[in-house]
């Protein structure tokens, strides 16, 4: 869809006394995944409760809203999305009701045949509440006509391609879906009787419960009050979880997928150091996504890590922002340099990504301005090269650094003395992966090599054989 793309945070407990409650500290724990809507749904087994709103969470909620959210069943969403998008309609859990029932639903990825599926929809009658892709399966689950929540999900899943994991929130259940390849990720936990399922493990911790294990990708996952029973994967499709969850987007406290984030970045940055090292006195990272690769740089290389830029924890991130000159103040705004540390020193710069330039142009001037004599630029991911179509906004290909210049050139642009990049050899080395093994990975805005087609109309009519439908 051309709309809004999502990275998101979802959540979902069942058979908790105060689960909505236990779901708003699960998403302070995923805040980092979303910071512009956010909302929770809770069912008592009469009735569905609902709230949403812009903003973070402790702007969304107060103890009174969450009071009224009553029940032992409860779904919650952190949203991030890019400017415009941004509007309550968009905001998650969505509600909506289908002949068996309210349901409500969180989704956290992007769809790439939402489009295509819209179109199709609206010409059959369907009224749009919102711009989201997540309304586009509220739509197919509602013209299912199967006579169990689970048979009507599994329909739906059937004609949606892309990144996801879903939670769909019911009187009786909650149903947890992830996307065949695995692209985003999803955990199962659990606290007491109750059965937890989170974007990131980070949220299990927070709450006190038990990581059981990640939902598998293709594998349904159902919780009611019988307990938890799952429907695995019908076809067996390569895995492609997303490399740029544990680069740059998780929680360095998550494990995801079998791999510890923070142990992931930090083995990066020793990968880093030793394919490409650098002349410098002392090694910065970027707060605080680099400070786990840059740690690993430093152990490698025997430099110093220093604290040489600080981070203002208060201002949100910086692609948040609608064009380039806000985008500039709002990278003003959040990070500073230490004269004391950086002055007269050759500073190795560490940063996890560099996807428009703006942060890395920023940093190094902030440096040289603080008296650094050499900044050296290493990066601990490949070039971003091809945009995300899975869920990460990372903007149109246009505006990808990476994607019409040279390193050489990319070294001018942000001023540096030197720039180098991870391989995608080097950077799969850092999950222990040889070179010459199958990556489990999708490393398509590094490659380009997608591992979803975008699904056109005439084609989607044809593969899936929508019934009845003029294109
Ligand atoms: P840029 O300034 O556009 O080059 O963005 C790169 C910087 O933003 C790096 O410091 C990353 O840590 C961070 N970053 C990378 N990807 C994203 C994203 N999808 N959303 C927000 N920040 C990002
Ligand atoms: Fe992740 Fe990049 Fe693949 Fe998107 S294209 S899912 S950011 S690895």
């Not at 349904?220 to 994967?233: C, F, I, W, Y």
Request: proline share 4%; glycine share 10%.
């Amino acid at each position: 869809m051309s709309g809004p793309k999502e990275e998101c945070g979802v959540f979902g407990i069942w058979n908790h006394e105060r689960a909505a409650e236990v779901t708003y500290y699960a998403l302070m724990a995923l805040q980092h995944r979303g910071q512009e809507a956010a909302g929770i749904a809770s069912v008592d087994g009469r009735q569905m409760y609902n709230h949403r709103g812009l903003g973070l969470l402790t702007d969304v909620f107060s103890a009174h809203t969450l009071t009224d959210l009553q029940g032992r069943g409860a779904i919650g969403h952190v949203r991030y999305s890019t400017a415009g998008s941004n509007t309550v309609q968009n905001a998650q859990p969505i509600p909506f009701t289908t002949h068996s029932g309210h349901l409500a639903m969180a989704h956290n990825g992007n769809l790439v045949n939402a489009h295509a599926l819209r179109v199709l929809l609206e010409r059959q009658g369907s009224l749009f509440q919102s711009s989201s892709d997540t309304e586009v399966v509220a739509h197919l689950l509602a013209r299912a006509g199967y006579p169990t929540l689970l048979e009507n999900v599994q329909d739906s899943l059937r004609m949606i391609k892309g990144g996801y994991a879903l939670l769909f929130l019911a009187d009786d259940q909650i149903i947890a879906v992830r996307d065949p390849f695995g692209l985003r990720p999803l955990a199962l936990g659990q606290l007491g009787e109750s059965y937890l399922f989170a974007s990131e493990s980070c949220a299990f911790e927070t709450i006190g419960a038990r990581f059981l294990r990640n939902v598998e990708p293709g594998e349904v996952v159902v919780v009611d009050n019988q307990g938890l029973h799952s429907v695995p994967p019908i076809n067996h499709t390569k895995r492609a979880m997303c490399t740029f969850e544990h680069i740059y987007f998780a929680r360095p406290d998550s494990d995801i997928d079998g791999w510890n984030v923070h142990s992931v970045r930090k083995q990066l940055g020793r990968i880093l150091a030793a394919a490409h090292p650098a002349p410098g006195d002392i090694v910065v990272g970027v707060p605080d996504s680099s400070s786990s690769a840059a740690s690993g740089f430093a152990e490698y290389s025997g430099q110093p890590l220093e604290m040489g830029l600080i981070k203002n924890k208060y201002i949100a991130r910086t692609f948040i922002q609608p064009d380039q000159s806000l985008r500039d103040a709002g990278v003003r705004m959040k990070l500073n340099s230490v004269r004391t540390v950086v002055e007269g020193k050759r500073v190795v710069l560490i940063d996890d990504s560099i996807v428009r330039g703006t942060t890395s142009r920023h940093i190094v001037s902030l440096l040289r301005e603080a008296g650094a004599t050499q900044v050296h630029v290493r990066i601990s991911s490949p070039p971003y090269r091809h945009p995300c179509h899975y869920g990460i906004d990372t903007s149109a290909k246009g505006q990808l650094i990476a994607a019409n210049h040279s390193v050489e050139e990319m070294c001018e642009e942000i001023g540096a003395d030197s720039l180098a990049f991870l391989t995608v050899p080097e950077l799969m080395q850092g999950f222990g992966l040889a070179e010459d093994s199958e990556y489990p990975f999708c490393n398509a805005c590094f490659t380009g090599d997608y591992p979803t087609e975008v699904y056109e109309i005439g084609k989607l009519v044809d593969e899936i054989g929508i019934q009845g439908v003029q294109v």
